[in-house]
């Protein structure tokens, strides 16, 4: 089975930085990799399709990138209502998740 | 609007047996490759189970043997059966749609049932 590494597992920033996180496989994966957001008692939502594709409605400070086992997902400007848990996803794996919180 | 809503989560005693349900409205269940997805205190999510437009099922090997999953077309409505359930069954249970072989997402959700096995 594929393995997916997030890093950090969590990260305290200032409203307006930059924040990324990444995602690693044990394996080259040719499978999409995407992204979720998931705050307190929610179900998660989608934010970033096959690496880098924004879904309809997700503000464009929202990105990512990335390609065979290194991906990369950022917050070109963190907000208030970023904070959140973020997992990477692929087939039916996830990633164990990086909590995002305010400075 | 698509919407997803599961219901059956209760406090269960090991051992004991459970059936989850999730309705849907403005979308067809039988249609759509549609999974149940948990997710324990504390944890990411874990996905359980997904049950194919043609119907194949597939099962995570944690619950394989224990977990039916099944749908009723003429209710528009996803089931999890659950038995034998273990203290590590506790979790928050998402239904969820799967978009197999369009970049694998998630894309619709549920608003979670909560399943607690204790003594």
């Known amino acids: 089975d594929i393995q997916m590494t997030q890093s950090p597992s969590s990260l305290s920033a200032s409203v307006g930085d930059r924040v990324t996180i990444t995602c690693q496989t044990s394996?080259?994966?040719?499978?999409?990799l995407n992204w979720y957001q998931q705050k307190p008692g929610k179900a998660p939502r989608l934010l970033i399709y096959?690496?880098?594709n924004l879904q309809t409605g997700v503000p464009s400070r929202f990105s990512g990138s990335g390609s065979g086992t290194d991906f990369t997902f950022t917050i070109s400007s963190l907000q208030p209502e970023d904070i959140a848990t973020y997992y990477c996803?692929?087939?039916?794996?996830f990633g164990g998740g990086t909590k995002v919180a305010i400075k | 609007e698509v919407q997803l809503v599961e219901s059956g989560g209760d406090l269960i005693q090991p051992g004991g047996s459970l059936r989850l349900s999730c309705a849907a409205s403005?979308?067809?269940?039988?249609?759509?490759?549609m999974s149940w997805v948990r997710q324990a205190p504390g944890k990411g999510p874990e996905w359980v189970s997904v049950?194919?437009?043609?119907?194949?099922?597939y099962y995570a090997d944690s619950v394989k043997g224990r977990f039916t999953i099944s749908r009723d077309n003429s209710k528009n409505t996803l089931y999890l059966q659950m038995n034998s359930l273990r203290t590590e069954d506790t979790a928050v249970y998402y239904c969820?749609?799967?978009?197999?072989?369009?970049?694998?997402?998630?894309?619709?959700w549920g608003q979670g049932t909560l399943v607690t096995v204790s003594s």
């Open positions: 096959d690496s880098s």
């Open positions: 394996e080259y994966i040719r499978n999409p």
């Open positions: 969820a749609r799967w978009a197999y072989g369009d970049n694998d997402y998630f894309d619709y």
């Open positions: 996803q692929q087939f039916l794996t």
């Open positions: 403005d979308f067809t269940v039988s249609s759509n490759y």
């Open positions: 049950i194919y437009r043609g119907g194949n099922t």
